[in-house]
């Protein structure tokens, strides 16, 4: 008996010091990693408004994707960088929040809802495509950009060149995303899901799939990493995805707010800046804030 | 309520394939398994270190592991293959046929010793006496944990709804994706679908486990 | 216990299982030969793509993701094993307005595929992944124990129960200070098993997005290009198995133990071939 006590400590040693080991290795925080651009010295908001809640506490919780190239992805340094970072950063900035005061936590498609919802994050900004569906449990800023549905092939293919030729055909996309949902559903073609869109590229290299299907934009950062094995089966897009700052459902004010930010950062070129840092590196045409949605 | 009955063909098609999957993965790691055990108390001495490595390390994998083997490093290997079943059935019969190894090897020590003796005192070989004599005892003792193993493999199989296979698993985050309204619902859906294969299996594995305990 | 199964190899047999020995080994060699050549001419073994292993960096996503794996394992090994041993009391309760409600949640339980309680957590209550993972794998693996320490108290023999209810113990206590400390030793080598699934277990975290060592992986491979993929693949493959091996030699260690206490102590029933662990 006396031999299993020891031994019971021993475990609770050792758990303990793993878990120690753990929460020291997460514990640092989200300084660097692209640009920093300066808080706004001491903003004033009306009482009881979410943006006056953060900014006085002086942090806020930002969800978005981590293996999303050029606009969510993290580095090895365990911070995110991307077009939708940089978003993040502005609009923080504009409430007074340092870049190493935001609190980035991954969203994964299928828990960007719930995470509003419960207040786990007080915004995600991760390719967050606006649709009525969704505007049910959540409310939309924006949208800051639009990006299209896309098709991506071997360098070696040119019998794709539209969606409607991978009528029949397997074409690999992310379990429960909407390009998934779209090329099923409208263009007939086979699904092979997958966990992450990163996870496509074996399939689609070993000629297992015919082609990969998401947005534009996330398409063309994986080309431009292998540009010798991809290739977008061409530049149309056949949809059209607004992507959108998620918030809590009907806090208006606060959408209203982060919808004056978006176009001041457009006026002040900060949105021109953003762009360049991060998916200008690929995509060379920048693009100019669209019409912003106010419902 | 609602989002399942809508939603039931693709339930259905859902627990049709997971229902395909681990019937035709237990069947191989069924076979595989018991020929691992084989081997693990021949009188080969290649055999049983191959069998002892096979089983030591495909234990100690984690199933995601072997299934990113299974459908990423194989077709680099050049063993392509067109269905991603394929792929998902490699990875869950070799896993789960390394637990069937250990359970089948547990079940042919319990057999007592005289049983093989007083086999190979009428003259059996090896082959004979394993086949003949241990194996079918041997399999009576260890039904219940192999049954334990296959419902393991029933739910393992949902491992493959990431990999490239569309199966329950797969469909339950499809749809809950597509009603952030009913995400709960479900998911509880989908919950009741695989309980519809392993619970029956588990009032099996303890019925036969009752009835194994009288006998003895 | 093998050679009880065939007489002594004679030196003709002998030689026959060598040269099948030999040719197994030929064949297995010549296998492993052909996978490594394929790969090489795909360059996976060029000098570049196993650099990234001299950089720190690497090093500390890789030790953060396996920091991460660890302690999600560690805690809910912690919680699910007084947790199991609660339900195992339940379960087995004289009681059957205690012993069958619970019963039915540990059928539901077990009867769950873990990652769907993953998911289930994430989504239905909105949780951060570590909550997730960690919950998913305490429901199911609490079930697990309940039903190991179960199967332990079931093999014990019926003397020690009726001994410690006739020198007037009340049955919880015969429970508690006999039957329980016997089962627990007695399945020690399963109670282990189960924690190494576990530790596995963690690497259904790399679905629900919890930033586990399969994960960091997948991360890496995205931001270093898919060139790296295997390299990191396979590190990170080689830290799994040889850290699941450690636990497992553990189980086997004090399994030695046990059988070596149990053999000078009471006699020993006949081997269980209870789960060693499901998978």
Do not use: H
């Not at chain 1, 190239?69 to 993290?74: A, D, T, W």
């Not at chain 2, 309520?1 to 098609?13: A, G, H, K, R, S």
């Not at chain 2, 569309?166 to 597509?178: D, K, S, T, V």
């Amino acid at each position: 008996m006396k031999a299993f006590l020891t031994r019971r400590k021993s475990f609770v040693v050792a758990a303990t010091a793993a878990l120690a080991l753990s929460l020291s290795a997460c514990g640092g925080g989200d300084a660097g990693g692209g640009s920093n651009p300066a808080p706004v010295e001491k903003p004033t908001f009306a009482a009881g408004t979410t943006m006056e809640k953060l900014s006085s506490a002086g942090t806020i919780k930002i969800g978005t994707k981590f293996d999303q190239p050029l606009f969510g992805q993290v580095g090895l340094d365990g911070k995110p960088v991307g077009f939708d970072v940089e978003i993040g950063k502005l609009i923080a900035a504009k409430l007074g929040i340092a870049a190493d005061k935001i609190e980035w936590s991954e969203t994964v498609s299928a828990n960007r809802e719930p995470f509003i919802e419960q207040g786990k994050v007080d915004l995600v900004i991760a390719t967050y495509t606006i649709n009525d569906k969704r505007k049910q449990v959540v409310s939309f800023a924006g949208p800051y950009y639009e990006a299209g549905q896309a098709l991506m092939v071997n360098k070696d293919n040119d019998s794709i060149k539209k969606p409607e030729d991978v009528k029949g055909k397997k074409v690999c996309s992310v379990t429960g995303s909407t390009p998934a949902a779209t090329i099923v559903d409208k263009y007939g073609a086979e699904l092979v899901p997958a966990a992450t869109y990163s996870a496509c590229l074996e399939p689609l290299r070993n000629k297992q799939v015919e082609a990969v299907t998401t947005d534009n934009v996330i398409l063309a950062g994986f080309v431009d990493k292998e540009p010798d094995a991809f290739k977008l089966a061409s530049d149309e897009t056949f949809t059209k995805e607004p992507y959108g700052i998620g918030l809590k459902k009907d806090d208006t004010e606060f959408r209203n707010w982060i919808n004056d930010q978006l176009e001041s950062f457009e006026k002040d070129g900060d949105y021109k800046k953003a762009w360049e840092a991060t998916a200008g590196s690929v995509i060379k045409t920048a693009p100019s804030l669209p019409t912003i949605n106010r419902y | 309520m609602d989002v399942i009955i809508e939603n039931l063909p693709l339930y259905w098609e859902g627990f049709l394939r997971t229902l395909f999957l681990s019937a035709v993965s237990g069947v191989i790691a069924l076979v595989l398994g018991t020929l691992l055990a084989a081997a693990r108390v021949s009188p080969v001495a290649a055999l049983r270190g191959f069998s002892t490595v096979y089983v030591e390390v495909l234990r100690n994998t984690p199933l995601t592991i072997a299934f990113f083997f299974a459908a990423i490093v194989l077709p680099r290997l050049g063993v392509k293959f067109e269905q991603f079943e394929i792929a998902a059935i490699i990875a869950l019969s070799t896993y789960t046929a390394a637990f069937i190894a250990e359970a089948v090897r547990s079940g042919v020590n319990s057999v007592p010793v005289g049983q093989a003796e007083a086999a190979r005192s009428i003259g059996m070989g090896f082959g004979q006496v394993l086949s003949l004599i241990i194996l079918p005892q041997a399999l009576r003792t260890v039904i219940p944990p192999l049954i334990n193993i296959l419902i393991a493999l029933v739910k393992n199989s949902s491992v493959a709804g990431a990999f490239f296979v569309l199966e329950l698993f797969g469909y339950g985050r499809q749809l809950a994706n597509a009603n952030g309204d009913a995400v709960i619902t479900v998911l509880l859906g989908t919950a009741f679908f695989y309980l519809l294969l392993t619970v029956p299996l588990g009032i099996l594995a303890s019925t036969v486990e009752r009835k194994v305990a009288i006998a003895r | 216990m093998s050679s009880v199964l065939y007489d002594v190899p004679g030196p003709k047999a002998r030689r026959i299982s060598l040269i099948a020995s030999i040719a197994g080994a030929v064949l297995i060699l010549g296998l492993v030969a052909w996978i490594v050549m394929i790969l090489a001419q795909q360059g996976i073994f060029e000098g570049r793509r196993w650099q990234i292993f001299t950089r720190a960096d690497v090093w500390r996503l890789l030790g953060n993701g396996l920091g991460a794996t660890l302690s999600a394992a560690a805690l809910a090994a912690v919680i699910a094993f007084p947790l199991g041993l609660a339900l195992c009391l339940f379960r087995i309760a004289d009681s059957p307005i205690i012993r069958i409600p619970v019963r039915v949640v540990l059928e539901f339980l077990r009867g769950m595929p873990v990652v769907l309680m993953m998911l289930f957590v994430l989504l239905g209550f909105g949780t951060s992944p570590f909550i997730a993972v960690v919950t998913g794998l305490v429901l199911y693996n609490a079930a697990v124990f309940a039903e190991i320490i179960r199967a332990g108290i079931s093999s014990l023999p019926k003397g020690q129960r009726e001994a410690g209810l006739a020198i007037g113990l009340t049955s919880y206590r015969s429970r508690m200070l006999i039957e329980l400390p016997q089962a627990i030793r007695r399945m020690m080598p399963s109670l282990v098993a189960q924690m190494v699934v576990l530790l596995k277990d963690t690497s259904l975290g790399y679905i629900v997005a919890y930033g586990e060592l399969l994960r960091a992986v997948q991360v890496m491979a995205d931001f270093l290009g898919n060139a790296f993929l295997f390299p990191v693949f396979f590190v990170a493959a080689a830290i799994y198995i040889a850290i699941n091996i450690l636990v497992s030699r553990l189980a086997v260690w004090i399994e030695r133990r046990g059988s070596k206490k149990a053999a000078g102590g009471t006699a020993k029933a006949e081997p269980a071939a209870v789960e060693a662990g499901a998978p």
